[in-house]
């Protein structure tokens, strides 16, 4: 029975709508952009890197920056303070970097009684076992850092084209930003006049 001031029409043979089935469509699309936002959330590295000062300029004071290395461990240019430092920004799709980083970890090691720390940035990738296993492939052991919002690459003037490499002295000024690829012996000259003459062998 129908009471007074209450009716409603209703087509033979038909049933009202529930009023939760037509707010349905609206729930499926919150749960979906949850869905999708909490996605996002797992694929994306919870540490980025920060960087006060900038743009680097040769003779000016490099752009300071904290990261964290492959392992998950808190890496800072501060901590290269006093030391002689080559900053390497690559990537493992970088076809040139995969030929380079060998030669600058021998340059590292001929040139490391001098004080001479490479830090080898990569360029915007988020997968730290990925890093880890190229460069092990390469043979390579650099002090590896992550940039993967590219904040660091941003202040060193790095937005397209790899490898690139900047040279600075003890007391942290930009000696030389070197751009695109060079060869080993150039590299190693342009350590040598930065990091001073390495050690000859007896």
Sequence with gaps: MIEPGRARDVLPGTRPVPRWALALPLIVVIAAAGTAAALITVGRSPRTASVSGGPARVGGIAPAFSSWDLSGKKVSLADFKGHPVLITFWATWCTACQAELPELQRIRDRYQSTGLSMLAVNYRETNSDRMS???????????????PDGTIASAYGVDIGLPINVLLDRQGTVRQIIIGVVSSAVLETDVGQVAGPAPTSP
């Design 133 to 147: 296993q190229y460069l092990a492939g390469l043979h390579v052991d650099l002090d590896a850092v992550i940039d």
